[in-house]
Every structure is written in structure tokens, then in C-alpha cells.
């Protein structure tokens, strides 16, 4: 049995909690509640608005939160459709929002959906089991070149041309189906030396079918500024990455953000008007201690980035 243990908690606390008023805090990627639950805990007067587009998931954590009754409220989608509907869906601005973009331990523990290539599990990787192409119809339909580019893209695997012509290989003998022997392929396809680095060789490739498969980037890079627009005048947005891509994302948003001028660099006198929106309280990404990595290994690349919107 496995143990979900929130990550940069104290960190994220200090960053998004006051206990000084009454807060309207959303958290748009709710998981199994970790997060949630210490902010509620720690604040009588937080109220919080949970998103999470995984069933099973969505109802761990109302498990968890049930016993701050009507100080929760929850809703089953994705987080693009929650900030698309917000005005329609809570009555004011809230002051807190909060992603925390990995995935759910449940997912890799207890899912069964082929997110780990510890088990033979069905190759499924998605987070809303209702909705879209499984990893093993993307296998399945991809050509040689579109897996190489997904896995190049999404997983940033320098082995992804011998991956994706040993997937094709193996696919045109039989279907792959399960995890394992996915993760079979892949070690097979790499150099030996690769085999045994710091990280099993079919981590980055399992990174880019489960990105791709429940579109991950282009969610986020749609609900930065969504979300951005609903958060109060004074409120703030802390958001917790876990791989470059994302954090690229975020970073060049958060930046552009901070910056009162819009204009291209080439250009010798600001013609936008632009004013500054928001101001960085975290110039650079702030990580776990070693005590924590030790304590919770998933921690390790964590990465939290922090910003105030401007009145």
C-alpha cells in the first residue's frame, strides 16, 4: 500500500496561505487532496474550490475532505473547462490558485491504466478514463515518424529513433498491450550502457505517451492565462512543475507576465503601452530540501514557481 505524501508542501504553504482573511483558493489539480487538506487545516477561514477530471481519484479526496464540509467544493473536469465556466460556477474572484501538475501516486500504485512499467498493465496513461485514445491506439496508429517526434517532443529521449522503429517493429508481429512489455521494447532498443543509468530508459518514453495521450502541454499552456484572468487583484498563482516542458511553459508565462513591455526586443521605443500585470515572488523556481528527496523521492524534480497579480 502505497503512501501519497503532497510535495513542496511547506513551501506552497508559505507561499499561497494567510490566516488573516478569509481566502478563496482554488486548487486545479486536486488529486487525492494532500495539498488541500493542509490548507484547510491550517486555515479556518480558506475556502476551497477542488478540480480534478480522474472519478476515482476525485473520490479519494472527497474521502479526505469530507470533514470541512461546506468549506469544499468540488467539481469533476478538466481545469480548462473549470476556468472557462468559473463566473458560472463560483460566485467571486478568488484569491489563490494553485496547480500542482504532477501525476497522482494512485495513478502509478493502484490505477492498473499502464502508467508504471513495474506491472503488465493495460496500456491505457489516461487521467479521465471516459475520454480519448488509450496509449495502446496511439501505439497502435502512429507511424514510425509521428512516435519518434512524440517521444523526441514530449519525452526529450535522445534514443527515440531506435524506440519508436522497435515499437513498429514488435507492433507489426503482434499488438502491445501491456506496460511491461512495452518497457521491454524500449530497454532492448537502447545502448547497454543506457540501460543502467540513474532513470529506467523507458521513463522518458512512458513521459511522452502519457503527454500525449491526455494532452498535458496544451492543456496547460490553454489555462495559464484562463486562470490568470479569473485570480483577484492582489491574489496569487503557485504552480508546481515536474519536467522541463512544463516548467518552460510556465516560466515564459509568468515572465511575460512581469514584464510592463510587450514590444519585440528590436524594437527601439515601447509602442504596447503595456503595463506590468504581475510581479515573480519566486525568481527562481524554489526546490525541495534534501530532507524532503530523502523523505519523499517523487520530490526530486519538483519545482515551484509563485506569482501576484497587480491591482
Not at 508542501?9 to 493542509?38: C, R, S, W, Y
Not at 468549506?71 to 463566473?87: A, G, H, Q, W
Amino acid at each position: 500500500m502505497y503512501i501519497h505524501k503532497p510535495v513542496l508542501l511547506n513551501e506552497a504553504m508559505a507561499a499561497l496561505n494567510d490566516q488573516k482573511e478569509e481566502l478563496v483558493f482554488i486548487d486545479a489539480t486536486l488529486g487525492e487532496g494532500g495539498h488541500a487538506v493542509a490548507f484547510l487545516s491550517r486555515n479556518p477561514r480558506l475556502i476551497l474550490f477542488g478540480v480534478e477530471r480522474d472519478k476515482s481519484v476525485m473520490e479519494r479526496a472527497r474521502k479526505r475532505l469530507d470533514r470541512f464540509g461546506g468549506r469544499v467544493r468540488l467539481f469533476r473536469m478538466d481545469y480548462c473547462e473549470f476556468f472557462r465556466s468559473l463566473t458560472e460556477l463560483v460566485d467571486r474572484s478568488p484569491q489563490r490558485i494553485f496547480f500542482d501538475l504532477g501525476v497522482s501516486m494512485f495513478h502509478y500504485q493502484a490505477s492498473g491504466r499502464g502508467f508504471s512499467f513495474r506491472r503488465p498493465e493495460a496500456l491505457d496513461m489516461r487521467l479521465d478514463i471516459e475520454k480519448g485514445m488509450t496509449a495502446a491506439e496511439l501505439i497502435a496508429t502512429s507511424s514510425e515518424e509521428e512516435l519518434r517526434n512524440l517521444i523526441r517532443s514530449y519525452g526529450e529521449e535522445r534514443y527515440a529513433s531506435g524506440i519508436s522503429a522497435a515499437i513498429v517493429r514488435q507492433r507489426e508481429r503482434g499488438v502491445i498491450e501491456d506496460s511491461k512489455g512495452l518497457a521491454e521494447i524500449i530497454w532492448k532498443a537502447v545502448p547497454p550502457p543506457y540501460r543502467y543509468g540513474r532513470i529506467h530508459p523507458a521513463t522518458r518514453t512512458f513521459q511522452a505517451l502519457r503527454i500525449a495521450v491526455n494532452g498535458e502541454l496544451d492543456l496547460l499552456e490553454a489555462v495559464l492565462p484562463l486562470a490568470f484572468a479569473c485570480l483577484s487583484n492582489g491574489g496569487r498563482m503557485g504552480i508546481i512543475s515536474f519536467h522541463s516542458l512544463e516548467d518552460r511553459i510556465v516560466k515564459r508565462f509568468f515572465r511575460e507576465r512581469n514584464k510592463s513591455c510587450t514590444c519585440p526586443p528590436e524594437s527601439p521605443i515601447c509602442q504596447c503601452g503595456g503595463q506590468r500585470q504581475a510581479r515573480l515572488l519566486t525568481r527562481k523556481p524554489v526546490m525541495a530540501t534534501e530532507a524532503e528527496i530523502q523523505d519523499n523521492p517523487a520530490s526530486r524534480s519538483a519545482r515551484l514557481r509563485v506569482l501576484e497579480k497587480i491591482a
